[in-house]
């Protein structure tokens, strides 16, 4: 069982930045890959971004340049720098984690960008 912790969602201004954290109590080398999935009003969930074990990651064209994800081993959480929000980015985050072959989710936590 692997619980997740999200934290740092809210509301900001086009052009924005905030930064959201995924905390895995216990160690998340047993992790082999983490990402971010986003679901806003009447769409499907659809994955933002990922991180593996070795620190590959991959970003949705609609994310790069301006997301970032990453991964503190020592303090057993993922992050998500966000720059250069845009109103479409406004969605519930959620935080997903694969340990053995099975995925696990984080609550989630609202992001809006608005003016």
């Known amino acids: 069982q692997v619980q997740l912790v999200e934290s740092g969602g809210g509301s900001v201004q086009p052009g924005g930045s905030l930064r959201l954290s995924c905390a895995a109590p216990g160690s998340i080398f047993s992790i082999t890959r983490m990402a971010w999935y986003r679901q806003a009003p009447g769409k499907q969930r659809e994955l933002v971004t990922s991180i593996t074990s070795d620190g590959t990651t991959y970003y949705v064209d609609s994310v790069k340049g301006r997301f970032t994800i990453s991964r503190d081993n020592a303090k057993n959480t993922v992050y998500l720098q966000m720059n250069g929000l845009k109103p479409e980015d406004t969605a519930v985050y959620y935080c997903?984690?694969?340990?053995?072959?099975?995925?696990?989710w984080g609550q989630g936590t609202q992001v809006t960008v608005s003016s």
């Open positions: 997903f984690a694969v340990r053995g072959g099975l995925g696990y």
